[in-house]
């Protein structure tokens, strides 16, 4: 059963170390470290994308700042309460991590593969340019109880398939993860600068169950 859960959230990364490891909590004596990665897309702007690697998989005291690695595990997702309101916070939970020699030029160095439930009713919108966009919010179940919820969006015609999904809904998902960068206001006089993760779907089907 926890075989089945773990195939409905597949991710592989592949760039940059941008940062060095920074401690984010324990769990059973097994301490988990944030670090970023910036992956290349095919425009050659990248991604910043963070990871939470496990300090039994690699050694977190070194700084692997500009080194190039490959990562997979899954697309995770915890709220965090933060300004009275409840963040999703979103990283990539890593399995297994190697290090490359350099970056694969065309390699597939940015995939996700979800299967999951729609949790909120789509919105479709058009851009001033009349381009077509989707954002779904999708929940991955996991072991024990758990779900991920994974903003997604979609474009072009997938964003118009995608308005029609209901509420429960299953439906699979292959894209990539992307950011973005947004200024949050935080009061009259104070914005921050923040980042966003969502998947950028390129393939996507509706399951019957």
Not at 101 to 124: H, M, R, S
């Amino acid at each position: 059963m926890s075989d089945k859960i773990i195939e409905n959230n597949q991710v592989t990364i592949m760039g940059r170390v941008a940062s060095e490891f920074v401690y984010s909590h324990e769990v059973f004596g097994e301490g988990f470290y944030m670090v970023d990665v910036l992956v290349k897309r095919l425009s050659n702007s990248e991604d910043r994308i963070p990871l939470m690697v496990s300090e039994r998989l690699i050694d977190v005291t070194q700084d692997y700042t500009g080194e190039f690695i490959v990562a997979s595990g899954q697309f995770r997702s915890y709220n965090r309460h933060d300004e009275q309101k409840n963040r999703l916070i979103l990283s990539v939970f890593v399995r297994e991590i190697v290090f490359a020699q350099e970056e694969l030029d065309g390699a597939k160095t940015n995939t996700i593969f979800l299967d999951g439930y729609i949790c909120k009713e789509p919105v479709y919108r058009k851009t001033p340019l009349g381009r077509e966009i989707a954002d779904l919010l999708l929940a991955v179940n996991r072991p024990y109880g758990k779900s991920d919820y994974i903003p997604c969006i979609c474009w072009g015609r997938n964003a118009r398939f995608a308005a029609g999904f209901q509420v429960g809904e299953h439906v699979q998902i292959l894209g990539r993860i992307q950011s973005r960068e947004y200024v949050k206001k935080l009061s009259e006089t104070e914005t921050q600068k923040r980042v966003a993760y969502e998947v950028s779907v390129s393939k996507l089907e509706c399951m019957e169950d």
